[in-house]
């Protein structure tokens, strides 16, 4: 089954810790992204990546990292310094090159802070 | 800054009923615009483009540079037309996306 892939779908993490989302893609796409999606928030860039080793700081960067090993694969940590984590998190994949390239979602992870 | 306005959080239509889901945005230079959809229990996908100028389900949307605007319009709006829809701006050179805040589309039958 291609596409992107999201895991887990439900997480609980209490204050304090941090914890690591999954997203994974077989499509070869070059550039992947992580969205925060609140009610009545639309979608908010966290962290975007063009290519493997490189990634961007988007909007709401603050209390999330990142990394690109591997172009398949791009784990969001939301660390203890995000002051409100409790969200749900979209990660998308693109295939990088020319222009009006369309954006594939994964099915997301929601995230609960207990 | 670059900005996606999209004004209606909710927006209820009958069935049959013209459709229109506003979309204005804030960008100096080239933008490049979408409308994403996502149904209810799916994944956000991606309805149509402005630079294809084509007609998916029914929907269409014209690039105003003029109003920079890029509302989505269909005629006749059919239950299953209810969804969130987010409008997206790609600015040129770049590889990040601007979404809208969505609207949520409700056909009453």
């Known amino acids: 089954d291609g596409g992107i892939t999201q895991s887990p779908k439900y997480l609980f993490r209490k204050e304090g810790q941090n914890v690591t989302l999954s997203c994974e893609q077989n499509?070869?796409?070059?550039?992947m992204y992580w969205y925060r999606q609140d009610p009545g928030q639309g979608l908010r860039l966290i962290y975007y990546s063009q290519i493997v080793n490189d990634f961007q700081k988007g909007d709401i960067a603050e209390g999330y990292s990142v990394s690109r090993e591997k172009k398949e694969s791009f784990p969001l940590t939301v660390t203890s310094a995000q002051k409100n984590p409790t969200a749900f998190y979209l990660c998308?994949?693109?295939?990088?090159?020319?222009?009006?390239?369309?954006?594939?979602f994964g099915p997301g992870t929601r995230l609960t802070v207990l | 800054a670059q900005r996606v306005t999209q004004p209606e959080k909710l927006l209820s239509v009958f069935k049959g009923a013209p459709v229109e889901l506003k979309c204005n945005y804030s960008y100096s230079g080239s933008p490049e615009l979408f409308w994403y959809v996502q149904y209810s229990r799916q994944r956000l996908q991606l309805l149509l483009r402005h630079i294809s100028r084509e007609s998916i389900k029914g929907f269409t949307a014209d690039l105003n540079k003029g109003e920079t605007s890029f509302h989505l319009k269909k005629p006749f709006a059919q239950e299953e037309d209810s969804a969130m829809y987010y409008c997206?701006?790609?600015?040129?050179?770049?590889?990040?996306?601007?979404f809208g805040t969505g609207t949520r589309l409700k056909v009453l039958a």
């Open positions: 998308a994949s693109e295939r990088g090159q020319g222009l009006y390239n369309e954006q594939f």
């Open positions: 997206a701006l790609s600015t040129s050179g770049t590889y990040k996306y601007i």
């Open positions: 499509l070869n796409h070059d550039a």
